[in-house]
Protein backbone atom coordinates (compact mmCIF):
# COMPACT_ATOMS: atom_id res chain seq x y z
CA UNK A 1 0.00 0.00 0.00
CA UNK A 2 3.04 2.68 0.94
CA UNK A 3 4.79 1.13 -2.32
CA UNK A 4 1.52 2.18 -4.34
CA UNK A 5 1.17 5.70 -2.64
CA UNK A 6 5.01 6.69 -3.27
CA UNK A 7 4.82 5.44 -6.86
CA UNK A 8 1.76 8.02 -8.00
CA UNK A 9 4.18 10.50 -8.27
CA UNK A 10 6.09 8.20 -11.13
CA UNK A 11 3.88 7.10 -14.35
CA UNK A 12 6.37 4.66 -14.59
CA UNK A 13 6.63 3.67 -11.26
CA UNK A 14 3.15 3.51 -10.97
CA UNK A 15 2.63 1.09 -14.23
CA UNK A 16 5.07 -1.29 -12.46
CA UNK A 17 3.85 -0.78 -8.80
CA UNK A 18 0.48 -0.77 -9.39
CA UNK A 19 -0.48 -4.35 -10.49
CA UNK A 20 2.37 -6.30 -8.36
CA UNK A 21 0.75 -4.40 -5.45
CA UNK A 22 -3.13 -4.30 -6.71
CA UNK A 23 -2.63 -7.95 -7.23
CA UNK A 24 -0.86 -8.87 -3.79
CA UNK A 25 -3.92 -7.10 -2.33
CA UNK A 26 -6.45 -9.40 -4.14
CA UNK A 27 -4.42 -12.03 -2.80
CA UNK A 28 -4.58 -11.08 0.93
CA UNK A 29 -8.79 -9.62 0.79
CA UNK A 30 -9.17 -13.22 -0.72
CA UNK A 31 -6.87 -15.30 1.66
CA UNK A 32 -7.42 -13.20 5.23
CA UNK A 33 -9.42 -14.39 8.16
CA UNK A 34 -10.22 -10.87 8.65
CA UNK A 35 -12.13 -9.86 5.42
CA UNK A 36 -14.60 -6.76 5.11
CA UNK A 37 -16.57 -9.29 2.57
CA UNK A 38 -17.97 -11.23 5.16
CA UNK A 39 -20.90 -10.02 4.65
CA UNK A 40 -21.02 -12.64 1.47
CA UNK A 41 -19.77 -15.77 3.03
CA UNK A 42 -20.04 -18.82 1.68
CA UNK A 43 -22.95 -19.68 2.63
CA UNK A 44 -24.63 -17.21 0.16
CA UNK A 45 -22.60 -17.74 -3.26
CA UNK A 46 -24.24 -14.47 -5.32
CA UNK A 47 -20.70 -15.07 -8.03
CA UNK A 48 -23.57 -16.24 -10.84
CA UNK A 49 -26.22 -13.61 -10.33
CA UNK A 50 -23.50 -11.40 -9.93
CA UNK A 51 -22.39 -12.30 -13.53
CA UNK A 52 -25.64 -12.74 -14.58
CA UNK A 53 -27.43 -9.71 -14.05
CA UNK A 54 -24.82 -7.30 -14.04
CA UNK A 55 -24.34 -6.49 -17.58
CA UNK A 56 -27.84 -5.38 -18.18
CA UNK A 57 -28.18 -3.62 -14.78
CA UNK A 58 -25.40 -1.54 -16.48
CA UNK A 59 -27.08 -1.19 -19.84
CA UNK A 60 -30.24 -0.10 -18.05
CA UNK A 61 -28.76 2.30 -15.86
CA UNK A 62 -27.06 3.93 -19.33
CA UNK A 63 -30.41 3.40 -20.87
CA UNK A 64 -32.47 5.43 -18.72
CA UNK A 65 -29.76 7.59 -17.57
CA UNK A 66 -27.33 8.77 -20.33
CA UNK A 67 -25.29 11.38 -18.61
CA UNK A 68 -24.41 9.97 -15.33
CA UNK A 69 -20.85 10.42 -14.22
CA UNK A 70 -18.95 7.09 -14.88
CA UNK A 71 -17.93 6.98 -11.04
CA UNK A 72 -21.33 7.15 -10.06
CA UNK A 73 -22.22 4.47 -13.12
CA UNK A 74 -19.39 2.48 -11.70
CA UNK A 75 -21.19 2.59 -7.78
CA UNK A 76 -24.44 2.07 -8.90
CA UNK A 77 -23.95 -0.98 -11.97
CA UNK A 78 -22.29 -2.85 -8.93
CA UNK A 79 -24.63 -2.14 -5.98
CA UNK A 80 -27.53 -3.07 -7.70
CA UNK A 81 -25.38 -5.95 -9.80
CA UNK A 82 -24.80 -7.21 -6.43
CA UNK A 83 -28.46 -6.90 -4.99
CA UNK A 84 -29.73 -8.60 -7.69
CA UNK A 85 -26.81 -11.40 -7.36
CA UNK A 86 -28.09 -11.68 -4.34
CA UNK A 87 -32.07 -11.73 -4.52
CA UNK A 88 -31.42 -14.58 -7.35
CA UNK A 89 -28.93 -16.62 -4.76
CA UNK A 90 -32.06 -16.58 -1.82
CA UNK A 91 -34.95 -16.66 -4.39
CA UNK A 92 -33.90 -19.07 -7.03
CA UNK A 93 -30.83 -20.63 -7.11
CA UNK A 94 -30.29 -21.81 -3.07
CA UNK A 95 -34.23 -23.68 -3.94
CA UNK A 96 -33.14 -25.25 -7.14
CA UNK A 97 -29.50 -26.44 -5.45
CA UNK A 98 -31.89 -28.07 -2.50
CA UNK A 99 -34.26 -29.51 -5.38
CA UNK A 100 -31.36 -30.76 -7.01
CA UNK A 101 -30.42 -32.26 -3.42
CA UNK A 102 -33.73 -33.92 -2.49
CA UNK A 103 -33.51 -36.03 -6.12
CA UNK A 104 -29.90 -37.13 -5.78
CA UNK A 105 -30.96 -39.00 -2.87
CA UNK A 106 -33.74 -40.42 -4.45
CA UNK A 107 -32.82 -43.87 -5.54
CA UNK A 108 -32.54 -44.42 -8.99
CA UNK A 109 -35.70 -45.91 -10.85
CA UNK A 110 -35.60 -48.43 -13.35
CA UNK A 111 -36.01 -47.39 -16.85
CA UNK A 112 -36.78 -49.78 -19.18
CA UNK A 113 -34.56 -50.17 -22.58
CA UNK A 114 -36.33 -48.53 -25.90
CA UNK A 115 -38.37 -51.03 -27.70
CA UNK A 116 -37.45 -52.18 -31.05
CA UNK A 117 -39.75 -50.14 -33.65
CA UNK A 118 -42.29 -51.55 -34.72
CA UNK A 119 -43.45 -52.06 -38.29
CA UNK A 120 -45.79 -49.57 -40.15
CA UNK A 121 -48.11 -49.84 -42.99
CA UNK A 122 -48.04 -48.46 -45.93
CA UNK A 123 -50.19 -45.96 -47.81
CA UNK A 124 -51.25 -49.42 -49.79
CA UNK A 125 -52.24 -50.64 -46.72
CA UNK A 126 -49.55 -53.88 -46.78
CA UNK A 127 -47.67 -53.97 -43.23
CA UNK A 128 -43.93 -53.31 -44.08
CA UNK A 129 -40.40 -53.31 -42.11
CA UNK A 130 -39.15 -50.46 -40.92
CA UNK A 131 -37.41 -48.16 -43.62
CA UNK A 132 -33.69 -47.02 -43.53
Known sequence: MIATILSL???EATRFILPVAGSYAV??????????LQFFSPS???????Y????PAQKLLLWHFP???????TVLALSSSLLLG???WNVIEKRA????????????????????????????????????
Open 44 to 50: SDISYGV
Open 27 to 36: LWLALSPWTP
Open 97 to 132: LAFKARLADRPAQNIAPPQPALPFADLDGSVASVRQ
Open 9 to 11: GSL
Open 67 to 73: AIPLGLQ
Open 52 to 55: LYGW
Open 86 to 88: WAS
